[in-house]
């Protein structure tokens, strides 16, 4: 079975500092691989994902993620953080065969300060 | 398009009653699970369905949750009797495959 494990539970960061949020997966069939976000009493939201392709996948937003697959992980970059990325952040891994339903991370905060 | 629609937003109970949960989903959309949230145990996945038919219910914690989808575009989770370990926030998402849209959430709090 797959499990999803976020290194991180908090991650405090100055503004304009980079950032990098850690994902490691286990599993050992072909898998989707997600970033959502999730601000405040809000639902999540879709930040990125990998399904096939190039292993670098980028969102509107300043983030990207890189799948690799020998360390099995799928860590989410940004370069330059702005006060209103502070949120919960959730890495979640479909399987192929396992009906599309996603296993979710424990979620890292990111609290990003002046 | 609306999104997910959740309702009730907030629901406070007390221990015994019945809790019903409501979600709309998204028109199109052949899927749609059942998610709960606490600071303990993260996302769980309660339930799912495909074409309105629960395909994985392994998550449901006990006998006194259920879920219904009568039509592609409504779905319950009830539970009864409801319990103090129940407080939670309840997420509703679907997907057309693999990306999932979720709703805004249902905070239940049982006294």
């Known amino acids: 079975a797959q499990s999803v494990t976020q290194l991180d539970s908090q991650v405090p960061v100055f503004e304009e500092a980079p950032v990098e949020l850690r994902c490691n997966y286990s599993s050992s069939v072909s898998v989707y691989l997600f970033w959502y976000v999730q601000y405040p009493n809000q639902g999540l939201q879709l930040l990125l994902k990998?399904?096939?392709?190039?292993?670098l996948v980028e969102s509107i937003n300043g983030f990207e993620a890189e799948f690799n697959k020998s360390q099995t992980s799928f860590h989410l970059r940004k370069p330059s953080v702005h006060i209103s990325d502070t949120a919960e952040y959730f890495c979640a891994v479909s399987e192929l065969d396992s009906g599309y339903a996603l296993n979710f991370g424990k979620g890292t905060s990111l609290l990003v300060t002046p | 398009d609306a999104g997910v629609i959740q309702s009730p937003r907030h629901e406070v109970t007390e221990m015994g009653q019945e809790v019903t949960l409501r979600c709309k989903p998204i028109s199109g959309h052949d899927y749609l699970f059942w998610y709960r949230q606490t600071m303990m145990r993260g996302l769980e996945l309660l339930i799912y369905?495909?074409?309105?038919?629960?395909?994985?219910d392994s998550g449901m914690p006990e006998d006194r949750f259920s879920a219904k989808m009568p039509n592609a575009s409504f779905s319950t989770l009830k539970i009864q009797p409801s319990e103090p370990r129940d407080s939670a926030v309840y997420f509703c998402?679907?997907?057309?495959?693999?990306?999932?849209?979720f709703g805004p959430g249902t905070r239940l709090t049982v006294l």
């Open positions: 369905f495909n074409n309105n038919v629960p395909i994985d």
């Open positions: 998402a679907s997907s057309p495959l693999l990306e999932q849209f």
């Open positions: 990998y399904l096939s392709g190039s292993t």
